[in-house]
């Protein structure tokens, strides 16, 4: 069996669907499709969620009914798409797409307690890729690809650490397994980045996850490779719509890639690689425009060096500085509860440096940042930058070095023998080749 997992982008409208189609129907084997929500659902969702957080229900509600004209635009585009589409087949999957959104219209206007962020993020959120998936399996079935729509829900059973769980192995491989063996399709879709808690509360494995649903579902299904269908050549040295000089990389091995996706490369999920490499499958990172390019393998042994250094910006960042009051020593005796203020509020820490008396962290900006310092207050000095970057180049040379740390506006720079790591204020004209988003 393949793996096969098309982010949003890929089907963000009627011809990515039917592309994503001819994708499916070149290939001969079983096949197990991951399929993110689709183009922006999630943030759109997310603004969805803010409303109804903050009781403003008919907000809410005009929101979900602009997603809603989304997908149906997308679905009656579909009906132009193929030769030999069959129009029960789509109307099936429109009557069950509309059932999911009155599905979720009904909680929004229904539920009275919100208080629960994120429990409630993983039960709104979720629908964005069990609609995308519900039109995904509609159209393929008409386009004559019989197909089994999977309730990942029912397959990967998480912690219930809302809106960034991690799925149980044991537990999950019974389900997935026991599911796909039930049916006689050779072709599966499933939805990326949701499972559920035992309890069968929904909830997602954050943001960008379906990556990390394709790894676990080849992982435990044993596959021969996984691949995910992307809108660049494969993976690149830097992020081609921020360094107008990227290039493309043949090969990675699963400790690159790991570093790559640690860093921020938003191409691969980070949690993506260590099953794979696990068990020794090979993942491909190919064009869904260009599927015969051979993108990018990324494997155990590679034969081409990578020749160039791997630029990676991690945008949103804050610089933190933290501080003992009583001037003892940071390291000895603060580390534990300074990190475990941070892991309560899920708050990532991507760079660390610290000197006898002082902590700095570079975090991503989120919606707890501020708690976060407020706790740690108590017993701290703390004064924080906004408005930062952190790029990390690996494999640096003079050159690199030359270009990105003596420039104008970086706050630290740290040095390993193959990666530096540079936070910087974000957007100064003049600090690299970085261009606009
Ligand atoms: P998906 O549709 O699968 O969610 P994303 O938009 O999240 O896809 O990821 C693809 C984007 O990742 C590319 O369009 C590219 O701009 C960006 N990207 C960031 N870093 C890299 C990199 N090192 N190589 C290729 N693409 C990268
Ligand atoms: N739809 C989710 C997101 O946008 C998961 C994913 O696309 O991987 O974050
Ligand atoms: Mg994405």
Not at 231 to 245: T, Y
Not at 277 to 288: A, C, E, R, S
Not at 356 to 362: D, K, R, W
Request: with cysteine; glycine share 8%.
């Amino acid at each position: 069996m393949k793996i096969y997992k098309f982010g949003g982008a890929s089907v963000r409208s009627a011809e990515g669907v039917a592309n994503l189609c001819r994708i499916v129907k070149g290939e001969q084997g079983a096949l197990f499709i991951v399929v993110s929500a689709m183009g922006k659902t999630t943030n759109a969702l997310e603004l969805v969620l803010e409303d109804f957080i903050g009781g403003n229900t008919a907000s809410a509600l005009d929101r979900l009914h602009e997603i809603e004209q989304y997908h149906r635009e997308i679905m009656a585009g579909l009906l132009h798409q193929g030769e030999d589409f069959s129009a029960d087949g789509i109307s099936a999957g429109t009557n069950r797409v509309g059932a999911l959104f009155s599905e979720l219209g009904g909680l929004l206007a229904a539920a009275s307690k919100r208080d629960d962020y994120d429990s409630w993020y993983d039960r709104i959120v979720s629908y964005g890729e069990l609609i995308s998936t519900t039109i995904v399996s509609g159209y393929l079935a008409a386009q004559g690809v019989p197909n089994r729509w999977l309730d990942m829900r029912r397959c990967f059973v998480t912690d219930s650490r809302h809106r960034e769980a991690n799925i149980n192995v044991d537990r999950s491989t019974l389900l997935l397994r026991q599911a796909v063996d039930a049916f006689p399709e050779q072709v599966f879709v499933a939805q990326g980045f949701i499972g559920a808690t035992p309890g069968g509360c929904p909830t997602t494995l954050g943001r960008e996850g379906s990556d990390y649903s394709a790894a676990m579902a080849g992982y435990i299904l044993g596959a021969d490779s996984v691949t995910i269908w992307k809108d660049v050549e494969g993976v690149l040295n830097a992020d081609p719509r921020l360094f107008s000089d990227a290039v493309h990389i043949p090969q990675l091995t699963y400790l690159d890639a790991i570093e790559l996706a640690y860093s921020g490369a938003q191409v691969i999920h980070p949690k993506t690689i260590k099953p794979l490499q696990n068990k020794g499958i090979p993942l491909y990172v190919k064009p869904f425009l260009a599927p015969d390019h051979a993108g990018t393998l990324i494997c155990g042994r590679i034969d081409t060096p990578i020749g160039v250094p791997i630029l990676i910006l991690k945008q949103r960042q804050v610089l933190i500085s933290i501080r003992p009051k009583d001037f003892s020593f940071v390291l000895d005796e603060s580390l534990p509860e300074i990190f475990s203020v941070f892991n309560q509020y899920r708050q990532k820490i991507n760079l660390i440096q610290s000197s006898a008396v002082n902590l700095s962290l570079c975090v991503d900006d989120s919606r707890y940042l501020e708690r976060v310092v407020d706790t740690l207050q108590t017993g701290f000095r703390v004064v924080y930058n906004k408005g930062m970057e952190l790029l990390t180049v690996r494999g640096y040379d003079d050159a690199s070095y030359r270009r990105f740390a003596g420039a104008e506006g970086v706050y630290l720079v740290q040095k390993t023998r193959r990666t530096m790591r540079v936070v910087r204020l974000a957007g100064l004209s003049g600090v690299s080749a970085v261009v606009a988003k």
